[in-house]
Each structure stands twice: as C-alpha cells, then as structure tokens.
C-alpha cells in the first residue's frame, strides 16, 4: 500500500454527530471509513478486517477506549496504527493512552482536517518502518516492489505480489478468502476462481525459485506461510 488517499480507516466512536463528519471529510479524501459504536464491536472488526489506521474514541460502551486498544496490542497480529480521541486532555489521560499502545493522541474538539492529516501521518510512518517483510529465504520490499528470493529477483505479477504480501504481514495469522478478495479487489465484482488461480500461479513461482515457504490453504479458516522444514 502507498500511502495516498485510498486509506482504510476504522473509527471506533460512539457519539454518531461526530462519526457523520468524520465519515462525510474521509470520504472527500478518497478513504474507506468503517464504524463501531461500541468498543467490543470495534476490537472485533479490527482484529477481523485489515486498517491502515484505527481511530479510537477513550470513553466507549462495553469496553472502553484503553481496553480496546490493550486488547489490539496483544492481540493483533501486526501492529496496528492507533490514534486515540478523548475529550480528556490532562497529561495522565494522554500518558494512559500511550501506555495502553496508542500511537497518537487528539483531544476533543479537533479539526477534521489536522485528524485526517495525523491518520496520513501514522500509516506512512507505519508503512516506511515496515517496508521490508522477511521469512525464510523469501524478502519482499514494498518500496521498491521487489520480492527477491536467495538474494534473486522473483518475478510476480501485480496480483501475486499483493498476495504474498498480505500472507507475509499477517503470518502466522491465517487469512480468510473474503479478507484476501477484499484487500485486493475491494468492492469490485471478481470472477469466483480468480483468487484460486491467483494463488496457484504464485505457488508454482515460489516452487520454482526454491522458495523455503509454501502457502497452506486450511480448510474452513483460510490460507497461511508455512516455512518448509530445512534439509
């Protein structure tokens, strides 16, 4: 992902006015804005969907803003860039937000267009410290939008690149056939073995280069990086 306006952001917020604007600005940006009212509901879907930011209000239902974030840090099988919204704005709040694993902290009232630039802030500063994925003998560099195996370029079409570099950032965390579809076609209409075929071309590439990891499809859970036991 390069970081433009085709942003995924979660927004975790229970006040519904402030959810409107934040959806009404993020959108004339180009984002793709998802909502929880409740701090349960929100962990679910962070944990469930992939975000390049997550947008947490303090003071939510069910599990509060500091909960949430708690569980996503250990939980998460990456980590996910946390923005915390509070109305509270003395230094031991902010401390409690940082200390629970947020990444930036907003107090209430905010401008939308200073949020929507520190969410801009967090997903590039997360992509440029995680632009390298490695596993086995396998190195995929998400600047230069190389994969390189045994220190050898690997060719991958566009699709295929995609696909390992989602498998690489959520391993060893399985990833279901919707989160794929999702993350690589979004919203368009795909044909129902394209992801299949995809995922065959890419296997039979990293086969043929000597690749030391093989992609499991799990039935019923989805698909994950296995890294072949060495010879």
């Not at 993020?26 to 930011?53: E, I, P, S, W």
């Not at 995680?130 to 994969?147: D, M, P, T």
């Amino acid at each position: 992902m390069s970081v433009s306006n085709s942003l995924s952001v979660l927004v975790i917020e229970d006040n519904r006015a402030i959810q409107a604007n934040i959806a009404d600005y993020f959108t004339m940006q180009g984002a793709v804005v998802d909502f929880a009212l409740q701090g349960r509901q929100g962990a679910d879907l962070a944990l469930q969907n992939y975000y390049d930011v997550v947008v947490l209000d303090l003071t939510l239902p069910q599990l509060d803003g500091l909960d949430v974030c708690a569980l996503l840090r250990k939980r998460a099988p990456r980590h996910i860039p946390i923005l915390m919204l509070t109305a509270r704005d003395s230094l031991q709040h902010k401390l409690d937000g940082f200390n629970a694993g947020a990444d930036d902290y907003l107090v209430k009232p905010f401008d939308l267009a200073e949020l929507w630039v520190r969410v801009q802030v967090l997903a590039k500063r997360y992509l440029q410290q995680h632009h390298q994925l490695i596993l086995g003998n396998i190195c995929l560099n998400k600047h230069l939008h190389q994969v390189m195996c045994d220190a050898r370029v690997m060719e991958l079409k566009p699709i295929g690149f995609q696909l390992l570099n989602i498998l690489l950032e959520t391993h060893p965390r399985p990833v279901c056939r919707s989160e794929l579809c999702s993350r690589i076609w979004g919203d368009e209409l795909t044909e129902s073995d394209a992801l299949r075929s995809h995922l065959y071309q890419l296997r039979k590439t990293l086969q043929q280069h000597g690749a030391s990891i093989t992609i499991e499809t799990l039935l019923g859970v989805g698909f994950a990086l296995k890294t072949k036991a060495a010879t």
